[in-house]
């Protein structure tokens, strides 16, 4: 199988930044694309940033000049860089991995558990 883990996520001022890890291990084959998304209290789960395997990014417009997202191939990892945090940046941040395994040749997507990031005006 294939497991997801988010870390980085906390407490910030507004204007402040945070970075959000993304770990994928298990039985992983190829990673396809890899994104952040996030869920706000009452709100549905947003795309807010992703990034494909030729390094292509592509951005929500509420994040767009203040987020960047990287990843590293060869770790299996992803990251998002957060500037200038808002306070209606606050949601539980998700990371979502569309990967084939070592067993399966197709892909399917895995979710991480989420990490909370908290902005104070």
């Known amino acids: 199988q294939v497991q997801v883990v988010e870390s980085g996520g906390g407490l910030v001022q507004a204007g402040g930044s945070l970075r959000l890890s993304c770990a994928a291990s298990?039985?992983?084959?190829?990673?396809?694309?890899m994104g952040w998304y996030r869920q706000a209290p009452g709100k549905q789960r947003e795309l807010v940033a992703s990034?494909?395997?030729?390094?292509?990014?592509s951005y929500a417009d509420s994040v767009k000049g203040r987020f960047t997202i990287s990843r590293d191939n060869a770790k299996n990892t992803m990251y998002l860089q957060m500037n200038s945090l808002k306070p209606e940046d606050t949601a539980v941040y998700y990371c979502?991995?569309?990967?084939?395994?070592?067993?399966?040749?197709?892909?399917?997507?895995?979710w991480g558990q989420g990490t909370q990031v908290i902005v104070s005006s």
């Open positions: 979502n991995v569309y990967t084939s395994t070592r067993t399966r040749l197709t892909y399917s997507n895995y």
């Open positions: 298990g039985s992983i084959g190829r990673i396809d694309t």
């Open positions: 990034i494909t395997s030729a390094s292509i990014t």
